[in-house]
């Protein structure tokens, strides 16, 4: 391998106001977002997060995504190149009032959260019986 093969991306950490009050690094997971008729997906890339390590909130108009990365140690191995660097994943999103807030799915998949916020159905219209006295 050549050392250009070999050239480390670093992670986007959180930029933060104020002091932080935790000695750990957070990072910005990269997010790719995708829409159709029926719902908003959003897929957000956390490499060596587990199921267990997301958290997902939504409160008022505001979803956050919270991952914790659990660094793996291999015995017997040598590490060639580290480009994973142990810390947590932030990342929050304003809702649209158009998003179905009780029916909103997320799985994760081998570090690929998924997210799907399905919209909210639009209103059928319907006749309305006008009735006399």
Known sequence: MTEKEMQVQHKQEVQQAGEPTKPEKQYVPAVDIFETAEAVNVLAEMPGVAKEGVEIELENETLT???????????????????????????????????????????????MLTLVLPKVAPAKPRRIEVKGF
């Open 65 to 111: 995504i919270r991952g914790v990365m659990t660094p793996t140690v291999c015995e017997g191995e040598t590490v060639l190149l580290r480009e994973f660097e142990p810390g947590n994943y932030l990342r929050k999103f304003t809702v649209a009032e158009t998003i179905d807030r009780e029916k909103i799915q997320a799985t994760m998949v081998e570090g």
